[in-house]
């Protein structure tokens, strides 16, 4: 095998893919070699009012099948020269394999936050101003948090909220206001802001929050966890695929081709996209 340290070097990829991250907190996340996945639900009965002796209407048992198909993927390629290939360290190696997993995360996270127009729209006027983008400022990030819960209420998801938690995902210029926030304020939680500063995950009125670089232009990311779907191919993830002499700009190069791909796809389902957020920003 062109490299000598190929178990070593599965491994690292796959020790990098496994750790905690954002997408892996805020998604339910299914791994399976199904392409279309399915989650059919019913529509909701109403209850009819009557006295004794008097008749009811029955209603009839609607079923809506929502579906994904797991149709599109990332790969994370590369080729190294054969001299190159000689001279690389046990290290270097690893360092490679790392970096594929961390392009492979980062990939899904992107997609994540590009999968907006799934979500329910929420924008100035969702915190009482006109309609348009929010400026997001310290004087009123905390609206944007109260009202983000205040939907979620009305769409019913209390439940789910107590039950799972909520994110938010900002800017990191926004998490910087968020930051600016909390230390203005009383009490233990100024003194956390102040003393330790805020780190991914910070939780504060009763949320958690994280920063991203990935968020599409004008899109923050909130609402209730582990109900947007991601379904991921498990036999393609995590894996990878050696090819010796791989053909690059039409020519044959003398070396071998390294690269690793995740098939995936993500998806509000229709009965929880009323709990997740498309936050428009300006």
């Not at 399915?38 to 809506?64: I, K, Q, V, W």
Request: overall charge negative; proline content about 2%; charged content about 20%.
């Amino acid at each position: 095998m062109a490299i000598i340290y190929k178990n070593e070097y599965l491994t690292k990829l796959q020790e990098r893919l496994s750790e905690v991250n954002k997408w892996k907190n805020f998604c339910k996340v299914e791994y399976t070699d199904v392409q279309v996945l399915h989650n059919p639900y019913m529509t909701d009965f109403t209850a009819n009012t009557g006295t004794r002796g008097s008749a009811y209407t029955p209603e009839a048992l609607t079923t809506t099948d929502d579906t994904i198909t797991i149709n599109t993927y990332k790969i994370a390629a590369m080729y190294i020269d054969r001299a190159d290939m000689a001279q690389k360290t046990f290290a270097g190696w690893m360092d490679i394999a790392d970096n594929q997993g961390i392009v492979l995360n980062e990939a899904i996270e992107t997609a994540m936050f590009a999968n907006h127009a799934e979500y329910t729209d929420f924008d100035n006027a969702s915190i009482g101003g006109s309609a348009g983008n929010i400026t997001v400022s310290e004087s009123n990030i905390d609206d944007v948090i109260r009202g983000v819960k205040r939907e979620i209420r009305e769409a019913n998801g209390d439940s789910l909220m107590e039950r799972n938690g909520i994110a938010f995902f900002w800017r990191p210029a926004d998490f910087e206001k968020l930051e600016a926030y909390a230390a203005a304020q009383g009490y233990n939680t100024a003194d956390g802001a102040l003393k330790d500063g805020t780190s991914q995950g910070f939780r504060y009125m009763g949320a958690e929050h994280y920063s991203s670089n990935k968020l599409a232009s004008g899109h923050l990311l909130a609402g209730v966890k582990n109900v947007l779907h991601l379904g991921i191919c498990k036999s393609t993830y995590g894996k990878i695929n050696v090819l010796e002499d791989p053909v690059v700009s039409g020519g044959q190069i003398s070396g071998i081709g390294i690269n690793s791909r995740v098939d995936f796809k993500f998806k509000a389902w229709a009965k929880v996209a009323p709990v997740l957020f498309d936050i428009l920003v300006a």
